[in-house]
């Protein structure tokens, strides 16, 4: 059974960085969308970001949800077979369980950012508090 490995997480303070990579050595993820989305305790699931799959004729497409846009970046590093999400101005409130997931096309109209997901991660805690 194929799982993703999320890695990156830890205490920030606010207004810190942190780097979240996903990766697997079982499979190429150039051929899948990867969403990031996150889960805390009470509150709803939320998409984060997503990348699309990697075309050798295109650059690939990236999507952010308006509570990250311009803080988040989502990258991948196709030689390293690891796709990043960078978060920078971290709050409070972005405190959650980090999940990294690989399948479908984009679709950041769900809350896992992609249209179908084949292959999930174990997530990476994140917690940003002074």
């Known amino acids: 059974q194929v799982q993703l490995v999320e890695s990156g997480g830890g205490l920030v303070q606010p207004g810190g960085s942190l780097r979240l990579s996903c990766t697997t050595s079982a499979l190429s993820l150039d051929a899948y969308a990867i969403g990031w989305f996150r889960q805390a305790p009470g509150k709803e699931r939320e998409g984060l970001s997503c990348?699309?799959?990697?075309?050798?004729?295109?650059?690939?497409?990236?999507y952010y949800a308006d509570s990250v846009k311009g803080r988040f970046t989502i990258s991948r590093d196709t030689a390293k077979n690891t796709v990043y999400l960078q978060m920078n101005r971290l709050k409070p409130e972005d405190t959650a369980g980090y999940y990294c997931?690989?399948?479908?096309?984009?679709?950041?109209?769900?809350?896992?950012?992609?249209?179908?997901?084949?292959?999930w991660g174990q997530g990476t805690q994140v917690t940003v508090s002074s």
């Open positions: 990348v699309s799959s990697s075309d050798a004729s295109a650059d690939a497409n990236t």
């Open positions: 997931n690989a399948g479908g096309q984009c679709n950041m109209d769900s809350d896992y950012t992609l249209t179908w997901t084949r292959y």
